[in-house]
């Protein structure tokens, strides 16, 4: 019988070892398809701003820009918004509205990235157009508003992203508020605190975790393609103003992929496309394991008090 | 004003930041459902669900192929990735202490943070480039890479929830580990496992960017694997981005149907799960 038990845990190792092969097959292949821009740029081609692919000429730079630019704005846009909405739900609102309202803002998850781009080309990019029109004419003298108001751009680009980022970093959030132990706000209480203080009290408790939601959604606006390359403009130029067309790695991949003819514009694609990856590798590893390391501490420091639990309950 | 008045309306402010903050998230979601569901009922019709795309500046036509290469290439998808799914899943939760479990959950998790670009440029090269020819299988493989490690995590954690004393009862009857998980314990959770490959499938279906290309897109109708074939997701993303407003129509069309799988998918995983978690809190 134990050999047949080593036989079943053989047989279903083997399986889970393709999740580890597939991730080693995806960087090794990109790493593959991409040697040949590797060895004729080197560092070169994320330090060059000249994007002409008829020309022969790869610089990575506005790409590099355009997704960091894009996804720290959206970060900077949604992390408040996403940490009051963790709060409402995990603290202060009735019972009765939670289950609706988790999955209120998980369907913000669910919601196709196309169908995102498709609501930002017809109506979230005719709405900044207007805005940016509006904007008073001394303003639009700063780095931040210049150029002309075309809608489609960076700002369209990082509210849309703020929106489909929401939901993770506030979902983690809540999770990682579940796991602070109730005597830390109970003690915040009886000290005389507000609500206020008592959640800030969580809020730092759990400030480990939620770094690590924040990151995880940082991780998910690096990669978001399809929305943003259906808003961002697709002009390759490295530009502070939030109302100029700009280009993100992903985006780049998307569009011109299909029409990459030569040998060297592909693996310039490609190269793109394995920096993209171990970069969202390095932002999600660390998010997990600041998660991680927040939610088993808090269990950790529960047991130890076995007398106390039942009172505060 | 004294320092308690103060501290009393700082916390209401934060609890009506709080608040807002939840209103500020079901604006943009309202906004998107409600142009969604105004811009594409006005474009549904049965010609959309049974005709071929009419060429540019023919009115009329619908996406019949397009809806038969969605259902193809996530069919495709799943036949790859609910085998291997479940059964990393079965691994992970069977085996969980081990370091090779976290090494198989770290690599599960990592899968689940690829951006679908990077996938799509990975199946590429895999499955499009020694072929030299765009298929659906390709896409199928793009889309089950992305399947397997969110089935492998949901089977993970709903057989978790099946109660240990189950696993070591048919154990102490001496069944071997393989028939206490396969006639026992997997039957217990297959309820949830089911709800979590069709959200997996509704999300799947709602990828773009893997199958830009791998699955790539195709005018004519076909079922052959080793074709390119149209899916509804690119060929919303084609019709938006073109300049003709009948073919803008269509794509609202094409949204409105794959929002409403996401929705009907999302509502009965909710009212799966919930039966679920009433049977386990009965014991």
Known sequence: MRSKDLGFRVATGAFALVLVALVCAIGFELARQSMASIQKFGFNFWRTDVWDPVAGQFGALPFIWGTLYSSILALAIATPIALGIAVFIAELCPAALRQPLVFLTELLAAIPSIVYGLWGIFVLVPAIRAFETSIPGALRQLPLFSGPPLGVGMLSAALILAVMVIPFTSSVSREVLKSVPAAQREGAYALGATRFEAIRAALYYARTGIVGAVMLGFGRALGETMAVTMVIGNNPRVSLSLFAPQYTMAAVIANEFTEAADELYLAALVEIGLVLFIITLVVNSLSRLLIWSMTRSAVVLQTPEPTETPAAA | ?283
């Open chain 2, 1 to 283: 004003m004294s320092r308690t008045t103060r501290r009393k309306i700082l916390s209401s402010a934060f609890v009506a930041f709080c608040a807002g903050s939840v209103i500020v998230a079901l604006v943009p979601l309202g906004f998107i459902l409600f142009f969604v569901i105004t811009q594409g009922i006005r474009a549904l019709n049965v010609a959309f669900f049974v005709h071929m795309p009419k060429p540019v500046g023919e009115p009329g036509g619908g996406m019949a192929n397009a809806i038969v290469g969605t259902l193809m290439v996530s069919g495709l998808a799943a036949l790859m990735a609910v085998p291997i799914g479940v059964v990393s899943g079965v691994y992970m939760s069977e085996y969980g202490g081990t370091k090779f479990a976290s090494v198989i959950r770290f690599a599960a998790d990592t899968l689940n943070g690829v951006p679908s670009i990077v996938i799509g440029v990975f199946a590429y090269g895999v499955a499009v480039l020694p072929f030299k020819q765009f298929s659906a299988l390709a896409g199928g493989f793009a889309l089950g890479v992305m399947m397997i490690p969110i089935i492998a995590r949901t089977t993970e954690e709903l057989l978790l929830l099946v109660p240990g004393a189950m696993r070591e009862g048919a154990l102490a009857l001496g069944a071997t580990r393989a028939s206490a998980v396969f006639s026992v314990v997997l039957p217990a959770a297959l309820p949830g496992i089911v709800t979590g490959i069709v959200l997996a499938l509704a999300r799947i279906a709602g990828e773009t960017a893997p199958l830009l290309f791998t699955s790539f897109n195709n005018r004519f109708f076909t079922t052959d694997l080793r074709q390119p074939i149209a899916t509804m997701t690119v060929q919303v993303f084609t019709y938006a981005i073109s300049p003709y407003d009948d073919w803008h129509r269509q794509a609202w069309a094409g949204a409105l149907v794959l929002v409403v799988i996401v929705l009907v998918c999302s509502l009965l995983a909710r009212v799966a799960t919930r039966r679920l978690e009433r049977m386990h809190a009965r014991g």
